[in-house]
């Protein structure tokens, strides 16, 4: 005869089970959706990084930053009148995404991103450090430090 705590105990370790079962269906979602949506979240950065480009050459009207794609399929953006260059690499097979800027820094390392899964394999987007980017402030950011004014404005 099971007593309320064998009760009790059972139906946590049953809860448990069902937890874990279901963070592993999550997990496996997420994936799944990451390798399917890959190539949109990489159309989606390449696309981020064309339109910001135009964007800041038709404030100054000329062409200042150009952007280009390489025969390998990465993106290669330059700043007239500076040696300094942008390169932007998708790797399809580790789902990352690396932004190689020959402006920054000597200490700063490449920005190394990696395509994950979101809303239980709805959608998919880039991550770092494991929080979702946003790809809007690390291209302009980017760009900032590509023509030579910083990462963020002075205030």
Not at 106 to 121: L, Q
């Amino acid at each position: 005869m099971a007593t309320d705590e064998t009760k009790r105990a059972a139906q946590e370790f049953l809860a448990v089970r069902m937890s874990e079962e279901t963070e592993q269906q999550e997990t496996e979602l997420n994936r799944e959706a990451a390798i399917r949506l890959a190539p949109k979240v990489w159309k989606q950065v390449a696309e981020t990084f064309i339109s910001q480009c135009k964007a800041w050459n038709e404030i100054l009207h000329e062409e200042a930053l150009t952007c280009k794609e390489t025969i390998l399929g990465d993106l290669r953006i330059r700043c007239a009148g500076k040696t300094d260059f942008i390169s932007v690499h998708y790797d399809s097979r580790k789902l990352q995404v690396t932004i190689k800027n020959t402006a920054r820094a000597e200490h700063e390392k490449d920005s190394i991103f990696f395509i994950g899964g979101w809303a239980s394999g709805t959608e998919a987007h880039l991550f770092r450090n494991n929080q979702k980017a946003n790809l809007e402030v690390v291209v302009l950011g980017e760009l900032r430090v590509l023509a030579g004014i910083g990462r963020t404005a002075s205030q």
